[in-house]
């Protein structure tokens, strides 16, 4: 596959973005998910543009380069996850897009796989006190949750603002 430069820079300027907000979550701390969540969108913008092999290279810099400047390591983790689950979101939007069911069913698969590990193994991610193994579920339904809600975010972003934008960024 070829990339002209003209795609190979607006690649490096959302990558600088994307590394901008996941700083900025570490220096505002009450805006800490709003600002990975905005990072990992740039993500979704390569994957879209560009296809799923430019955005996971672009999702593997992106963190590299962030674990080298952002304060805090584990924001970058963060970011990845969200990566790796829009990379993992487009690959099943490509082969069930018309099948909304089968479509969901695959997105929460993807998600849970990363998630229940996480809250099983490393809870302390997540939570920062020590807490009952009950509140696991509740934790694990507030991630299916906020599952929901970032993926409708994304989508909204990709349709309403990020189409807004492409015609003055990729002329």
Excluded at 108 to 117: Q, S, V
Aim: positive net charge.
């Amino acid at each position: 596959m070829h990339v002209g430069a003209k795609k190979l820079a607006t690649l490096g300027v959302l990558a600088a973005f994307s590394v901008l907000l996941i700083v900025l979550g570490a220096i505002i701390e009450t805006s800490t998910l709003f600002f990975i969540c905005g990072a990992s969108f740039c993500v979704g913008i390569a994957i879209r543009e560009w296809g799923v092999c430019y955005g996971f290279s672009f999702l593997v810099a992106t963190t590299l380069v962030g674990l080298l400047v952002a304060p805090n390591k584990m924001y970058c983790v963060t970011f990845a996850g969200m990566g790796i689950y829009l990379c993992f979101a487009e690959i099943l939007w490509n082969k069930f897009g018309n099948k909304k069911v089968l479509l969901w069913c695959g997105k929460y698969i993807a998600f849970n796989l990363m998630y229940i590990p996480t809250l099983i193994f490393l809870p302390q991610l997540l939570i920062a006190k020590e807490m009952p193994n009950s509140f696991l579920f509740i934790a694990w339904g507030a991630g299916q949750l906020g599952l929901f809600i970032y993926d409708k975010a994304h989508d909204y972003f990709q349709i309403f603002v990020w189409n807004k934008l492409r015609k003055y960024l990729l002329k």
